[in-house]
C-alpha cells in the first residue's frame, strides 16, 4: 500500500436512500494491475465499480485515481469519464450508429478529432477488436459477442488510463463468451489497467492481481487469486466459490 | 355552431335533392346519385380555381402551423423530459392548457383578444387573420407535439444516455448525439397523425374570416344548393391527396433513416 497506487478507494459508502449498499469498501491498484470484484449479486460490486467513474454517487469515503479526488464535488465528471473506459453488461451500443459510428462518437464529440481522423481510429480499434470486417454493420446486425466487443472499441477509442468492465459477458450466450474473453487477456498483455466485475472466476484465476471478494456491500476478503481461491480465510468466501464453482 | 352538423344536414338534403333531380331529368346511363350530377360537376370545375386558392391556403397554414408546432413543440417534449423546477412546470401548464381548449377558442383569443399584427415580409405580407391563425393552429400542435416528442425521447433506453455520458460526453451532448437521432426516427407515425390532424382542423379558421379550402366549398353550395356533394367530393379528393402524399412521404423518410434490425440478437 504504496503513497503511489494508481488507484486507491478508501471506507466508501453509499446508500440508496435508507439502505446502505456499500460500507466502508476499500482497495487499490497500481498502474497496469487487474482487480476482479466477485460477489453474489446484489453484493454491490456493479455499484462500487460506476462510483469509479461517478455514474453512481457514493456518499462517503475517498476514490483518489492517479492523486486526484473522484468524489470531489468540483471535479469536472465529464474529463474523469473521458479517462476512464467503461464497458456494460447490456453492451448499450448506440442503436442507430455502425460499428464505426459508435466507436468515432466519442472521438469526434469529446476530444474534437475530425470526421476523418475519427473514423480511422474507430476502424483500428475495430480491428483490435478483431472486428475488421464489421465497420458498417448496425448493432442489431451483430451478435451479442460482436457487439460487445464494439463496447470495448468503443471505450478503448478514448486511449483510457483505466478500464471498467461491469459484467461484460453475463448476457452472452455461452458460447460467445470466449471471444470477449480473447480480447480482454489481450488488453491485459498490453498492460491497461483493468478493474472488472465478473463471474469468470477462470478469468479471474488467470489474470487478476487481486481478487476483491464483496458480500452485502462489505469486502469480506481479498488477495491474489491463488490464495482466495485455493484457501480462503472467510467461511463466506469459500461458500460463495462452492456455489459458482457447481455452476461451471 | 357545429360545423360538421350543418355540412351533415346539408349532405343529405343534397343527396335527396339529387335522387329528385334524376328522377326528373333521365339518367345518363348509370345511376347518377352517387356521382353527381353533370350540371353540378360542370360548377364545380368552372369554379375550381376558386377552390384552388383555398387549398394554397390550407396548405400554407398547415405547412406553417405544423413547422410552429415543431420549433416550438420539440424543444417542449425535451423539457418535459430532462428539465427541472419552475421550466418544467411552465411547459407542463402551457401543454394542458392548450390540449384542453377548443381550437376555436383559441383563434378565437389570438385574433380578436391578443390582435396579431399584420406582418410584412417585404415579398408577401401576412394578414393578421392568417398570422393569428397560423400562431393558433401552431401553438396547439406545439402542444400535441410536444407529447410525441417526451414519449419517443423517453422511451429511449437509459443505458444508451448512460453510454454516452460514460465517454465524455455532457448530458446535453448525449441527449443530442444519441437520444435525440433515435427518438426522431419513433416519432414518425405520431408525426404523421398529427399532420393530418392539423390539416383538416385548419378548416375551423372560417371562425377568423379566413377562407381556405373548406370554408370556400361551403360558399359554392350555399350558391348553388344542388351541388353540395359534388362539392364535397371534389374538396375531400384534394384533402385526401395531401394526406396521402405526405403520408407516403414521411413513410419514405422513415424507412430511408429505419435503423437496420440483424436476425441474430
Known sequence: MSDDDFLRVTDVSKWYGEEQVLHDVSFEMDRGDVTVLIGPSGSGKSTMLRCVNRLAEAQEGSILLDGEEVLSPDLDVDELRREVGMVFQGFNLFAHLTAVGNVALGPRRVLGLSETEARERAEDQLERVGLGEQFDSYPAELSGGQQQRVGIARALAMEPKLMLFDEPTSALDPELIGEVLEVMHGLVDEGMTMLVVTHEMSFARAVADEVVFLDDGRVVERGPPEQLFERPEEERTGRFLERIASHD | ?265
Open chain 2, 1 to 265: 355552431m357545429s360545423v360538421a352538423g350543418t355540412l351533415a344536414l346539408a349532405a343529405v338534403e343534397s343527396l335527396g335533392a339529387a335522387a329528385r333531380a334524376t328522377a326528373v331529368a333521365p339518367p345518363t346511363g348509370l345511376s347518377t346519385a352517387f356521382v353527381g350530377d353533370a350540371v353540378d360537376w360542370e360548377f364545380v370545375f368552372r369554379n375550381a380555381d376558386y377552390l384552388g386558392v383555398g387549398a394554397l391556403l390550407t396548405i400554407g397554414l398547415t405547412v406553417a402551423s405544423i413547422l410552429l408546432g415543431f420549433v416550438v413543440g420539440f424543444p417542449a417534449g425535451a423539457v418535459e423530459v430532462y428539465g427541472d423546477g419552475y421550466l418544467k412546470r411552465a411547459v407542463n401548464v402551457a401543454g394542458v392548457v392548450l390540449r384542453g381548449t377548443p381550437i376555436v377558442v383559441i383563434l378565437i383569443v389570438m385574433y380578436f383578444v391578443v390582435g396579431v399584427p399584420q406582418i410584412n415580409l417585404g415579398v408577401v405580407s401576412i394578414s393578421s387573420a392568417m398570422t393569428a391563425g397560423i400562431l393558433g393552429l401552431g401553438l396547439r400542435s406545439a402542444a400535441y407535439q410536444s407529447q410525441i416528442f417526451r414519449a419517443t425521447l423517453a422511451s429511449v433506453d437509459d443505458g444508451q444516455l448512460e453510454a454516452g455520458r460514460s465517454l465524455g460526453l455532457s448530458r446535453f451532448e448525449a441527449v443530442r448525439y444519441v437520444v435525440v437521432p433515435q427518438a426522431l426516427r419513433r416519432s414518425i407515425p405520431g408525426f404523421q397523425n398529427e399532420f393530418t390532424i392539423v390539416l383538416k382542423d385548419t378548416s375551423i379558421v372560417f371562425a377568423i374570416g379566413l377562407a381556405e379550402l373548406l370554408t370556400r366549398g361551403y360558399d359554392l353550395f350555399s350558391e348553388q344548393t344542388t351541388a353540395v356533394l359534388e362539392v364535397i367530393l371534389f374538396i375531400s379528393a384534394i384533402y385526401f391527396v395531401l394526406t396521402f402524399t405526405t403520408n407516403r412521404a414521411l413513410d419514405r423518410l422513415g424507412s430511408y433513416y429505419a435503423i437496420p434490425e440483424g436476425e441474430s440478437t
